[in-house]
């Protein structure tokens, strides 16, 4: 629903939950402060509730489902009265609204509630550029960006354009696209500990793409698949710095990188 | 005899194939040739993503009224003189292909390509039995002198380079002159007929597969690009097709559509170059065919399949598109998957048919990337079924202890927000006290990450805090 829609129903900028990840919130507190001030330049309220822990993706993923559905419904409580719930990752945000649902379908309490919640959630760059209307930043990094498109985000949710557009308003920016931006960075979340030397051989292929490209940072949309990448970058000796996408939109670009203190 | 099953061992088996040189040029074909193959054939058609609709359609229609086509099928199959037996076991369908072999006193058999015969182990069974098979496929021929497994569903030989070819062939062919040139791949294929030939002309019963079965009409349908399958079953004077009941289509409208995704997805073509329809013996006045042909149906746990989740896996057509775009399979090849079936869709098939317990390992072994999702010309949501099998794996408790206990705690933290906040401050100080770093090159606990990248250091303070003072 368009912007104005909803301030026309309340009279007011629509309230928006910042969903920060685990991640985002242990390793990475920067892209949060990131998003919380781009949904406010879209023009929106931001919350980020205290009762957020994880989307419950490890669980889930691990075949653990009843602890899965049992974070789920915290989501779901936590941030059903928000007008949005917006995440800056794709795999998260892809978590709660296309996989809450079928989580919890057989709950009589949540089952409604968690395909309400999942109408409303939005990756971060979706939210700005779909929801908001949003067409431009005010912003300036100087240098040339390559963007890594986040599986969950690319394949369940066609986040792709909405990131490269923001992107491409930034004062000084050059977006050097690199080979196979659409394959995956061998993260995969616990996959990358279980099965260490497949998840290298991956993503030291993404590193060479990456290198490839000439640009001087990496940029994405999900902290998991930075940190992987970036872990890899560092090991390799690579002059190549990894931000989330959120913080070079957030005019926030000088501040350290991934793996370089904060 | 069974089917020696690796899987247990996939992460020793991967880190040989990591460190496999020819395997890893050979599978830079896979990454590169079929992806770009594909993508051109699918754009070329502008109906391509309804295609794959009505494909998906018309299997998820047969699965649901399995029991008649199967019954039809058999009818048909009959009334046109040939043979059908059903076969719930592996073990089954070996006997009934044994039972054939001793009725027409077999010594030799040729078979065109079939995973069905790969996933009952037929081949060993039959050397055991005194029966030679001759695989006529060029790609299963240089994997049955190679004594290997196929490492592809439709490329068997895929993992192989052009080189070791020449050194195999050189090997196993008596006779071969030295000097002959065999520096490209249709030399090799020129050699590889000529060593063929006579076991054609000598064979007694010949094995196909089949991709599709077809109710209508009691018809198997074989698609190759060599035309080794047509000789096959041909040339001898039995013909035995090893099919499983999830081949069944109803009609041959439906069979056209089937192969207009499948070739698309499998190879980038628009078609097969051969695409053998079959039905029956040689009937009077045909000018060739079997005199006996006999259709092998196997169940081998598909009937449970059908039933529940799984369900949606039995639409598979067998074109490899979602091994072709994954990134593990990139990596590894087929062999370290070790159960026959390979990539995303082994990953979902293989437990099913050799039990959860010896392939626990396939249906974790992927990123959830969804590429295999994206490209599935039956739209087979691969991922979800992976993550069925890593439930029942958590159910039954197979995890290692270890693995399992971390999660609980885990989960325990995150299902409490209070103590989740809590522990992770207390958490945080205590990672700075261990020492400030920017990232780390080893932490304890941590080996799986740090083997071959640096760990980002966490933040002093967690965002929610952060949050909370600067508000
Ligand atoms: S699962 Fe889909 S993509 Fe994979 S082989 Fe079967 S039909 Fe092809």
Redesign the interface.
């Known amino acids: 629903m368009p912007p104005s829609e909803v301030a026309g129903q309340t009279g007011k900028a629509p309230r928006v939950g910042l969903f920060a990840t685990c991640l985002v919130d242990l390793f990475r507190p920067q892209t949060g402060f990131a998003a919380a001030k781009l949904i406010e330049a879209a023009g929106a309220r931001v919350e980020v509730p205290e009762r957020q822990t994880c989307c419950g993706q490890p669980a889930y993923n691990s075949g653990d489902r009843a602890d899965a559905a049992a974070i789920a419904r915290q989501v779901v409580a936590a941030f059903e009265g928000f007008d949005y719930v917006v995440v800056p990752s794709g795999s998260c945000a892809a978590t709660i609204s296309r996989h809450y649902p079928a989580l919890l379908a057989d709950d009589p309490s949540y089952a409604h509630r968690a395909r309400a919640l999942a109408e409303k959630t939005f990756e971060l760059t979706a939210f700005l550029y779909d929801v908001m209307g949003m067409r431009e930043v005010k912003a300036s990094f100087s240098g040339a960006v390559t963007y890594h498109d986040s599986c969950s985000g690319l394949r369940e949710l066609t986040v792709r354009k909405q990131p490269r557009a923001l992107l491409a308003s930034v004062d000084g920016l050059t977006l050097k696209e690199m080979k196979d931006a659409d394959v995956c960075c061998g993260f995969g979340g616990a996959f990358c500990v279980k099965y260490p030397d497949v998840s290298n051989a991956i993503v030291a292929k993404k590193v060479a793409a990456i290198e490839d490209s000439r640009a001087e940072t990496l940029l994405a949309g999900d902290i998991g698949c930075l940190m992987n990448m970036a872990g890899k970058l560092k090991r390799e000796g690579k002059n190549v710095k990894a931000r989330h996408v959120a913080e070079v939109l957030a005019d926030m670009g000088d501040e350290p990188a991934i793996g370089e203190g904060q | 005899m069974s089917l020696s099953i690796t899987s247990p061992a996939f ?1 020793e088996n ?2 040989l194939a ?1 460190a496999d040189v020819d395997l890893q040029q050979a599978l830079t074909h896979v990454e590169r040739g079929f992806i770009e193959k594909r993508r051109k054939a699918a754009e070329a058609l502008p109906e391509f993503e309804a295609l794959r609709d009505e494909a998906r359609a018309i299997k998820e229609h047969t699965l649901a009224h399995l029991d008649l086509y199967l019954e039809a099928f058999e009818a048909k199959a009959q009334h046109a003189g040939a043979e059908v037996h059903f076969a719930e076991t592996a073990e089954d369908a070996r006997q009934a292909v044994l039972a054939i072999c001793r009725r027409a006193k077999a010594r030799t058999v040729t078979k065109g390509k079939s995973m069905i015969s790969e996933e009952i182990g037929l081949n060993d069974f039959l050397e055991e039995n005194d029966i030679a098979p001759v695989e006529t496929d060029l790609g299963e021929y240089i994997i049955q002198l190679r004594g290997e497994p196929p490492s592809h569903i439709i490329a068997p030989a895929v993992h192989v380079t052009r080189n070791q070819v020449e050194q195999e062939f050189r090997r196993a062919h008596a006779g071969l002159d030295p000097e002959r040139d065999l520096s490209e791949p249709v030399s090799l294929l020129a050699e590889a007929r000529a060593a063929l030939r006579e076991k054609f002309l000598a064979a007694d019963i010949g094995i196909t597969g089949a991709n599709f079965l077809i109710a209508e009409t009691g018809s198997s349908v074989i698609v190759t690009n060599e035309g080794n399958g047509d000789l096959t079953q041909i040339l001898p004077r039995v013909h035995i097709v090893l099919a499983s009941i999830e081949k069944l289509v109803p009609t041959l409208e439906d069979v056209s559509t089937l192969l207009r995704v499948l070739a698309r997805s499998a190879t980038g073509q628009d078609m097969s170059v051969y695409t053998t329809f079959s039905t029956g013996p040689r009937r009077p006045g045909d000018p060739d065919g079997p005199e006996e042909t006999h259709i092998v149906i196997l169940d081998n746990g598909r009937a449970e399949m059908l039933a529940g989740e799984l369900r949606e896996m039995l639409r598979c057509i067998r074109c490899g598109a979602c091994m072709n775009h994954c ?2 399979y ?3 090849g087929g062999h370290a998957y070790g159960a026959t079936y390979v990539g995303p869709m082994g990953a979902v098939l293989a437990p099913a048919l050799f039990g959860l317990e010896k392939t626990a390992n396939l249906p ?8 295999c ?2 490209v599935c010309p039956v739209r087979i949501p691969l991922p979800k079924l992976m ?1 069925h ?7 039954r408790h197979l ?1 290692p202890a270890a ?1 399992r206990g971390g ?2 705690f ?2 325990f ?3 409490r ?1 209070g103590l ?2 809590l522990a ?1 401050r207390l958490g ?1 100080a205590a990672l700075s006290r261990f020492g400030r770093q ?2 780390y ?1 080893s932490l304890p606990f ?4 740090t ?14 805090d ?3 003072a ?1 508000r």
Do not use: M
């Open positions: 992460k991967a880190a990591l990134p593990v990139h990596a590894i974790n072994a992927s990123t959830f990337c969804g590429r999702e994206a993550r099998w890593r439930e029942r794996e958590y159910e995890k693995e999660l609980k885990w989960a933290l995150a299902k927000p989740y906040r992770t945080l920017d990232s090159a941590a080996g799986g990450w083997r071959h990248r640096d760990l980002p250091a966490p933040a002093a303070k967690s965002f929610l952060q949050w909370k600067s």
